[in-house]
C-alpha cells in the first residue's frame, strides 16, 4: 500500500522534470533560430538603447532584406571585435554562459553596433566641416548621442565584400571599427556574423516597448551616395 501511494508523486515529479526540460529545448530552438534576448551591458548605443536594457532581437529580419547603412544590428564579435576566448577559466565561463542565457549579463563576444558601410563604401572621417563621409558626400548623423563628435579621431576606409563597418551610437564610449583598423580584418565584421535586429526593448518596464527599425534617411543610398 504505502509503494502504490508514492507512484502518483513519483510520476508528477517525473512530469514537472519532463515539461521543464521540454521548455528548455522549445525555447533554445526558438532562441537559436527566430527570436533571442541579449543584456546591452554599455554605453555605447545610447540614447537608442541603454545600458541595462534586455532587447528582444529578431534572428530571421535580415533573411529576405539585405543589411543596409543605418540598420542596427547585433553580431558575434569573434575574429573582430572580440577574442576567440575569453580567459576566465571553465566555471567562469559557464556561468557566463548562464547568464547570457537568462538574459542578466552581457556576452563577451557579442556586441550591437549600427551598420555605417557597407561593401564598396569608403568610410573617412572628418570632412572639413567636421562630418563623416560615405563615398565623398556628408552624413547629417541624428542618431549621435548628444555632444558627441562624428569620431575623435580621423579614419579613412574602404568596406570589402561581405564585410560591414559598424560604429556605436555614443561615439565617445564605442569600440567599434575605428578602433580595430590595424586589427584582423580590420574592423570590419563579416555580415555571417550577424545575428539578427534589435526589435523590442523587454526590460526596464518604464522603456518596453517597440525598436524603431527604419534606417535614418539622413544616410545616403546606394543610388544617391556615388
Not at 577574442?83 to 547570457?100: F, I, M, R
Amino acid at each position: 500500500m504505502l509503494h502504490s501511494k508514492r507512484r502518483p508523486g513519483k510520476l508528477g515529479w517525473r512530469f514537472v522534470v519532463l515539461a521543464i526540460v521540454a521548455m528548455v529545448a522549445v525555447s533554445a530552438v526558438v532562441r537559436g533560430t527566430w527570436l533571442d534576448v541579449f543584456y546591452i551591458p554599455s554605453a555605447s548605443m545610447e540614447p537608442y538603447l541603454l545600458t541595462g536594457d534586455r532587447v528582444l532581437v529578431s534572428r530571421t529580419d535580415f533573411a529576405a532584406t539585405p543589411i543596409q547603412r543605418g540598420d542596427v544590428v547585433v553580431f558575434d564579435g569573434r575574429g573582430s571585435f572580440a577574442p576567440l576566448h575569453s580567459g576566465k577559466g571553465a566555471l567562469a565561463d559557464a556561468a557566463q554562459t548562464v547568464g547570457e542565457w537568462l538574459g542578466v549579463a552581457g556576452s563577451d563576444t557579442v556586441y550591437v553596433k549600427r551598420v555605417i558601410g557597407v561593401a564598396g563604401d569608403h568610410i573617412r572621417c572628418c570632412s572639413a566641416n567636421g562630418a563623416l563621409e560615405i563615398n565623398g558626400k556628408p552624413v547629417a548623423e541624428s542618431y549621435l548621442h548628444p555632444g558627441d563628435l562624428p569620431s575623435a579621431g580621423p579614419f579613412d576606409a574602404v568596406v570589402p565584400a561581405g564585410r560591414l563597418w559598424l560604429m556605436g551610437d555614443h561615439r565617445s564610449v564605442s569600440l567599434d571599427s575605428r578602433s580595430l583598423l590595424g586589427a584582423p580584418g580590420g574592423g570590419m565584421v563579416s555580415t555571417d556574423k550577424v545575428i539578427g535586429r534589435p526589435i523590442i526593448v523587454l526590460w526596464p518596464f518604464d522603456r518596453f516597448g517597440p525598436l524603431s527599425t527604419a534606417a535614418p534617411t539622413a544616410i545616403p543610398t546606394p543610388k544617391d551616395a556615388h
